[in-house]
């Protein structure tokens, strides 16, 4: 077919003199499409043909003819030999041609005119001078092959794929962690949380215990904020550090307590196999490596927004996260590469690491790995998958990743123990209570039963209340209540920040299931298909608000922070016009009595900062750091916020229009948050405030990995 030859006794297919072995079961795949030309070959009868009674999954088709399709060179959205018929099963469309090719045999040896009787006495002849003898190779010849035909079969067979057998808790405290390493004996991390950020150093047994601080002596002002990394034998530590003027790494011996400065990184700075080496990216969009004691800096590549290195254990190569997939580059600086591109496409992967043999690639996908932090998207977890590297003189090493983890539980960044048969990780379950703020007793209470929910939002009649559940992100409306909820939109859609239209028909609300590029939609309080806010603009919508007259919406546009301008959509015109002087703002919200609109801007500290349609100016920016979530309040005379307070804390704040001092509301436990920005903020139609209480959990795991 085409310039190929598909050679079935060969299991091979050839092309041009050269020869591609195939795995058994992909050629049989291949072969069954091949006699069947045109015709639709159903995923069933696929899967009875080629594997029988063996207990697997559809993937292991999808795999078969993702593996053809490559050596092939085909394209599954424009294709020239397999065509997928969507849930149905898979059609071959080139024209095929099929040949017998004569194989030799012994016959063809002998002449080519002989009388029974001669035949007869040459094989008597053959007896009595050893013919017996020179069967022999012959016999021995047709048991060889078969044998030789097995043990090649046998050494590039499909190996069975990794799995999890067991899972061992090995923390109870609950807290955010982030695992860095471990040296066989403990697990290495960062813990304690600065606005749901992991900080500071710490250690635990790999055999389970307490969490027990690691005391780390820097130069005066500087603190050990975050862990980077650790040497393969444990001798040191790569950390991270912050004084007033200044951020700093630092390579510190665990033992004797001797440090060396190192260039300065954040996220993503790791060893080498031997220890004597960091690699890490630069702020300005670039990989380095370093001697670990600071000197022999160089450039490796040039590579934006490469973050979570991982060196591979044999030295040759370098793999990591950049725009929210893995990537690969020699540790020499070349064959820069994106790993399985086309492999699950849209789906975010992050944070990998090689077990000590080299043998599995493990790391975490799944479509809440991501979650918009304050500045940059930020790891929350996934499922842990695998990809196979395990190879031999006549095996490939496999193509696509297996899944090792399912349910309901969000993994962390993998951590291979020292033993290759076990996975360190921090298992999280996400769950909330929505609380009100009683500034009576000064204490959170549950609210509509403490529902896992945020994003909560009113009709102005005060019949229903809508919201987002967490962490499935789905958009619900029930009564006033909370009684009769209805579910508005489903899963790909991650909704973010709705709002209620002043008539209560209609939702606005944010997909953030690209987690960079954010739509806005509108969907019936009723039920129905939301339709996007505006059709065929495909540039990016954000923060949507309704104006007072429910005619008008102001929302942000902007990929990044300093492209971002506030524009109002005129519903009945369908005209959007840009807010003079907003450039550079974000989350704008239209308050009740319709005349100003309140915005933030992209600085540190960030800035609260309110236009006036009357005057058409913008007021003097507020700057608070970590300021988030402005709400108007009902009477249009404060903005609530939620901003930094004390040490390990959140603070809920009011500031008048008119500007002056903010008055502090409330305080709540960096630990008690949770939501979008691991924090969600709102008001109750009498202003009181709203936050998602977080009662998940977040311990370490020992994952028992098997292999055969």
Not at 347 to 356: F, Y
Not at 409 to 418: I, S
Not at 479 to 498: A, C, E, F
Request: charged share 20%.
């Amino acid at each position: 077919f085409s310039d190929f030859e598909a050679h079935e006794r060969e299991f091979s297919l050839v092309k041009a003199g050269e020869t591609f072995p195939v795995e058994p079961k992909a050629f049989r795949v291949l072969l069954i499409l091949l006699r069947n030309p045109k015709k639709l070959a159903p995923k069933e009868e696929l899967l009875n043909a080629v594997w029988g009674d063996a207990a697997v999954t559809e993937n292991s088709l999808t795999r078969a003819i993702a593996l053809l399709r490559r050596l092939l060179g085909d394209d599954a959205r424009e294709p020239k030999f397999i065509e997928t018929v969507t849930s149905v099963g898979y059609r071959w469309l080139c024209p095929v041609v099929a040949e017998e090719i004569a194989g030799a045999d012994s016959s063809a040896t002998e002449p080519a005119e002989r009388s029974p009787k001669a035949a007869t006495l040459a094989d008597a002849n053959l007896t009595k001078k050893g013919g017996r003898r020179r069967l022999w190779p012959r016999a021995l010849g047709a048991v060889a092959l078969p044998l030789l035909v097995f043990g090649i079969w046998y050494l590039r067979r499909p190996l069975p794929p990794p799995r999890i057998t067991d899972y061992t808790q090995i923390t109870h405290d609950g807290h955010k962690k982030n695992l860095v390493g471990t040296d066989g004996n403990k697990i290495y991390l960062s813990w304690g949380e600065h606005f749901g950020v992991p900080t500071g150093v710490g250690q635990v047994a790999v055999s389970g215990g307490v969490v027990a601080p690691i005391p780390v002596e820097l130069p005066h002002g500087y603190q050990a904020d975050h862990l980077e990394d650790v040497s393969p034998d444990g001798s040191a530590l790569l950390i991270a550090s912050f004084s007033p003027s200044e951020a700093q790494l630092w390579n510190v011996r665990t033992l004797g307590g001797s440090l060396r400065r190192l260039p300065w990184v954040w996220r993503g700075a790791t060893f080498s196999p031997d220890g004597n080496s960091v690699a890490y990216p630069s702020d300005d969009g670039e990989i380095w490596l370093v001697r670990s004691d600071g000197t022999g800096a160089h450039k490796l590549a040039s590579v934006a927004g490469a973050e979570e290195l991982a060196w591979s254990p044999d030295g040759r190569a370098i793999r990591f996260t950049k725009d929210h997939r893995l990537w690969e580059i020699s540790s020499s600086g070349s064959n820069l590469h994106q790993l399985f591109p086309t492999w699950h496409a849209s789906t975010p992967k992050c944070c990998g690491r090689w077990t000590p043999d080299g043998r599995f690639f493990l790391f975490i996908s799944g479509e809440s790995v991501f979650t918009l932090g304050a500045v940059q998207p930020a790891p929350q977890g996934g499922d842990i998958w695998a990809l196979d590297e395990r190879r031999g003189s006549f095996r490939r090493p496999s193509a696509e990743p297996v899944q090792l983890t399912t349910g309901p539980t969000r993994w962390g960044p993998p951590l291979p123990g020292k033993d290759g048969k076990t996975i360190f990780s921090l298992g999280t379950t996400l769950r909330g209570e929505l609380s009100r703020y009683d500034s009576q007793t000064k204490q959170l209470q549950p609210f509509l039963g403490g529902i896992s929910a945020q994003g909560v939002t009113f009709s102005k009649d005060g019949r229903f209340v809508a919201y987002v559940s967490y962490p499935e992100n789905a958009l619900w409306r029930a009564n006033r209540d909370g009684s009769n909820p209805v579910q508005l939109t489903d899963s790909p859609m991650k909704v973010y920040l709705p709002r209620f239209s002043p008539d209560g028909t209609e939702i606005l609300f944010v997909d953030q299931s690209n987690p960079v590029h954010f739509e806005s939609y509108l969907v019936s309080s009723e039920g129905g298909r939301p339709q996007r806010l505006i059709p065929d603009d495909p540039g990016q919508q954000s923060d949507p608000s309704w104006s007072p007259d429910g005619r008008k919406v102001v929302f942000d546009i902007g990929d990044t922070n300093p492209s971002h301008e506030i524009r109002v959509l005129d519903l009945d015109s369908s005209q959007v016009t840009t807010v003079p002087g907003s450039s550079g703002l974000y989350s704008a919200r239209w308050s009740p009595d319709g005349r100003y609109i309140a915005a933030l801007e992209h600085k540190e500290p960030e800035g609260l900062t309110i236009f006036d349609f009357e005057t058409q100016r913008w007021s003097a920016p507020f700057h608070m750091g970590g300021l988030g979530f402005p709400q108007w309040s009902s009477d249009s005379q404060w903005i609530f916020f939620e901003a930094a307070s004390s040490e390990g804390n959140r603070g809920i704040y009011r500031i008048r229009v008119t500007g002056g001092e903010a008055e502090h509301i409330a305080d709540v436990k960096v630990q008690d948050w949770t939501g979008w920005f691991f924090t969600w903020f709102g008001l109750d139609p009498t202003d009181a405030p709203l936050v998602l209480r977080d009662v998940g959990s977040n311990d370490i795991y020992a994952l028992t990995l098997e292999e055969k």
